[in-house]
């Protein structure tokens, strides 16, 4: 199935639009492309296959510019255009917050693992983002919320989270086992800065619902915990389908397409003691806080999709 001239062009979604990795053996585990995320070592099981198999030492560019072009070739025969010098990165939004903070507190359990982060990303180039990633790692990564609370903020639980009570319950217990959630003991133990967002349900598209953390909530004002993040921060310029059609076209017909999504990704990226607390929700009595980011953060995709 493979053979010594082909290289590999691998895309991985982020939600409803594409991000982009070339990968080669010869220089696995990542040459970046239009967009590169910094998460690559979480791609590695995936491609390790790929990664054993040998290939010719060229180094592939990827037109950056200009539209598709029917009249390019797509022929396994047409080597890629080797480069001697280092493809540029595209980054894919501008950061203007620090993604981490040195701290002294506690770390949640199951956070990442530096060690295994520097030693999976020994041969990527960019030593920015290895620093960064082994940041979060240690440290949690900071949600970049600007607005000041000097006292516990607890807003009314959504109706439909009524709905189906016995399926919020059970989903906040299996996330907590997973010490996804901080689980205060009292009122009095609260954070000054602990804002509980109301939890909902919602409907998916096989009829059957989930629990939110409606972290926009209220939607008038300024109370909400987006609210309190610059809209800024959350912007991100995704590669385009015209970008992954030239990658096709420049690796030949015979490269591999790849469709891999990962679960609950945001679920695995440590939340900063610092901000835990305002990432909180009020259930049945019991107040918790997240200690793993949200879906619904305007900051947290950044987490998947950054690149310097």
């Known amino acids: ?44 099981n995936i491609c390790k ?30 080597p890629p ?3 001697t010098q280092p493809e540029p990165i595209h980054s894919n939004t501008n950061i203007h ?9 506690p770390m949640p359990l199951g956070q990442w693992k530096p060690k295994g982060w520097e030693r ?10 290895i620093a960064t990633i082994c940041g979060i790692c240690k440290f949690g990564a900071r949600i970049s919320y600007e607005s000041i ?3 516990p903020t607890i807003h009314p639980n959504l109706s439909t989270a009524d709905t189906d009570t016995h399926l919020v319950t059970s989903d906040i217990a299996a996330e907590t086992s997973m010490n996804r959630f901080l689980v205060y003991p009292n009122e009095e133990s609260l954070p000054a800065h602990f804002t509980a967002s109301p939890p909902g349900l919602v409907d998916k598209a096989d009829g059957s619902k989930r629990r939110t953390h409606h972290l926009s909530y209220p939607a008038i004002g300024s109370d909400s915990i987006n609210a309190g993040i610059p809209e800024h921060y959350g912007t991100i310029s995704y590669s385009g389908i015209h970008d992954a059609i030239l990658a096709v076209q420049d690796m030949g017909r015979n490269c591999i397409l790849v469709k891999r999504d990962f679960e609950s990704a945001f679920r695995h ?4 003691p610092l901000d835990s607390a ?7 009595g019991i107040h918790y806080s997240e200690c793993f980011l949200p879906f619904g953060l305007r900051t947290a995709h950044i987490y998947l999709t950054w690149s310097p």
């Open 269 to 272: 990226i440590p939340v900063s």
């Open 81 to 83: 255009q080797a480069s």
């Open 120 to 129: 999976l990303a020994a041969r990527y180039p960019l030593e920015k983002v």
């Open 1 to 44: 199935m493979h053979t010594r001239e082909q290289w590999s062009v691998i895309f991985f979604p982020q939600g409803p639009v594409w991000t982009l990795a070339l990968f080669t053996p010869a220089i696995f585990p990542i040459r970046p492309a239009a967009c590169m995320t910094p998460m690559f070592p979480l791609y590695y």
């Open 49 to 78: 296959l790929i990664a054993q198999l040998p290939v010719p030492q060229v180094i592939p560019t990827l037109p950056t510019q200009g539209l598709f072009n029917p009249s390019r070739p797509c022929d396994s025969s047409i």
């Open 149 to 151: 609370r000097e006292k």
């Open 278 to 284: 305002l990432l909180g929700f009020k259930w049945q």
């Open 97 to 105: 917050y620090p993604l981490f903070t040195p701290h002294q507190l």
